[in-house]
């Protein structure tokens, strides 16, 4: 018999969903994970953040051209399962270093990635059954020295949707023109009003070369006088990377507020 959510299904949405992996994410030892947070039945969301007994680390932040985050279902003779797998490459070599990314085989990791799509949060990892660390050291003369590294678990579920993660203090620019050399300072502003339903925004060949092929997309919107993060805006597009020209944000939130692309 296989395992149902809490929710069900419905119908799904229209148009070519927008998914570009993780923008950031931190880690801690699964051995200092308290216990995992409860599961509302009405969201199908966690209802607090997971607590530990330690501390996190991070962020890592992912490039504009990386998912850094993949997610696959499997099945076997004993039934549905998900493969998780983050990664990435950390730049340089020294004593300590080396000695810290040697003794990271011999624990296992949760992870809170933070979305491109959205800003939302995901949390990877159970007080059970933690992400195995891997690292492959390279040096060869024609490109910076490193380990290229992996976060991989085979679990029950797919990763879990983290409403907010206080960790993360990310907030909207006041008056951020993108201006700056560094591409992962700058950012597209698009105000929105309360009469708005929805906004559209063509996906040039410039904006992906200061964005990348997966920007983080973040809705903020006006609540008591404060700006907040959306959870879960519904954001498509009108097809896949890297043939993407256009992106459609549904504002079912209430305005004013504004859409940021970093």
Request: overall charge negative; proline content about 8%.
């Amino acid at each position: 018999m296989l395992q149902t959510g809490y929710k069900g299904f419905t119908t799904l949405a229209k148009g070519l969903p927008y998914n570009g992996g993780f923008c950031k994410w931190y880690y801690a030892d699964k051995a200092q994970l308290l216990h995992l947070p409860a599961i509302d039945p009405f969201t199908q969301y966690l209802k607090e953040e997971p607590p530990i007994s330690g501390s996190w680390f991070g962020p890592v932040q992912v490039p504009n051209d990386q998912l850094g985050f993949e997610e696959t279902p499997k099945r076997d003779s004993a039934g549905l399962y998900w493969q998780h797998k983050i990664t990435g490459f950390h730049v340089g070599d020294n004593a300590a270093s080396r000695i810290n990314i040697e003794n990271m085989h011999f624990y296992e990791f949760i992870v809170v990635g933070k979305m491109r799509a959205g800003g939302m949060y995901l949390l990877i990892g159970t007080p059970d059954h933690g992400l195995q660390f891997d690292a492959a050291y390279s040096s060869d003369g024609k490109k910076a020295a490193g380990n290229n590294f992996t976060f991989t678990a085979n679990l029950l579920n797919k990763a879990f949707v983290l409403p907010a993660f206080s960790l993360d203090k990310t907030l909207p620019p006041s008056d951020d023109t993108g201006n700056s050399d560094n591409n992962m300072n700058k950012t597209l502003v698009f105000p929105f009003d309360e009469t708005q339903t929805g906004l559209q925004v063509d996906w040039t060949a410039e904006n992906k070369a200061t964005y990348g092929l997966y920007p983080l997309i973040e809705v903020w919107y006006s609540e008591a006088g404060e700006l907040r993060l959306y959870p879960n805006p519904v954001i498509t597009v009108d097809a896949f990377p890297p043939q993407t020209t256009k992106f459609t944000i549904t504002l079912n939130m209430p305005g004013p507020g504004v859409i940021i692309f970093k």
